[in-house]
């Protein structure tokens, strides 16, 4: 079956802890994305892959680092989390490194910094 | 600076009530405007991509629409299990691939 898959689904953490939120497609997707989901901002782009180690920003990136060491592997990772990141985040993946093309989702992560 | 408002906010109907949401975008130059449905506790998931004003897809009771300045979802004789938030997102010519999504319009069908 066609999916992207994170982990964990669920994650509460105390401030300055570093953390890793996994994601992984099984598609051969090109372009790969990380979004936060807050109430009344709707989804923001954290940061985009375009193909191995080739990595962007997007529209709120500070705080996060990501990688792409391998096509279907894209981590977030999150070196001294604050409360300010509490947030749902969403993994993404496209065929297209273009990301003109349909985006499949991840199940979401509900992370909580305390 | 690429920006999407849809509206409105949330959208209460009965069973059969047929209706529109709206997305209206401003970018630089439009690579591509999408719409997703997202249930609660889920990752959104693709209805429809649209490419140049004119455009028009159909699915089941949903059909999507495009001008040069905005985007309706047109809902036909909806069904309870049609209640979702709708997202609308674009992609620009900016150079940079970046979606910009909208904040959603809640949909609420009662039986």
């Given amino acids: 079956?066609?999916?992207v898959t994170?982990?964990?689904?669920?994650?509460?953490?105390?401030?300055?802890k570093k953390l890793t939120v996994t994601c992984s497609q099984n598609m051969n997707h090109e372009y790969m994305s990380w979004y936060r989901q807050d109430p009344g901002l709707g989804l923001r782009q954290i940061y985009y892959s375009m193909n191995v180690e080739v990595t962007d920003k997007g529209d709120v990136p500070e705080g996060?680092?990501?990688?792409r060491k391998e096509k279907r592997n894209f981590p977030l990772i999150l070196e001294s989390p604050s409360p300010n990141q509490t947030s749902l985040y969403f993994c993404a993946s496209s065929l297209s490194k273009a990301a003109n093309t349909e985006a499949f989702f991840g199940q979401g992560t509900r992370l909580t910094v305390v | 600076e690429d920006q999407v408002t849809q509206s409105p906010e949330a959208l209460r109907l009965q069973e059969g009530e047929s209706s529109s949401l709206n997305c209206s975008y401003t970018v630089s130059g439009l690579r591509g405007l999408f719409w997703y449905r997202q249930d609660p506790g889920k990752g959104p998931e693709?209805?429809?991509t649209l490419y140049s004003a004119g455009e028009e897809k159909e699915k089941e009771r949903l059909k999507a629409t495009l001008t040069k300045k905005e985007s309706f979802l047109h809902i036909t004789a909806p069904k309870p299990e049609d209640s979702a938030t709708y997202l609308c997102a674009v992609l620009s010519n900016t150079g940079f691939?970046?979606?910009?999504?909208?904040t959603g319009t809640r949909l609420l069908v009662s039986p």
Avoid: C, D, H, M
């Fill in chain 2, 46 to 48: 693709f209805l429809f």
């Fill in chain 1, 6 to 16: 994170q982990n964990p689904r669920y994650l509460i953490t105390v401030t300055g």
């Fill in chain 1, 64 to 67: 996060y680092k990501v990688s």
């Fill in chain 2, 97 to 102: 691939q970046k979606l910009v999504f909208g």
């Fill in chain 1, 1 to 3: 079956e066609a999916q």
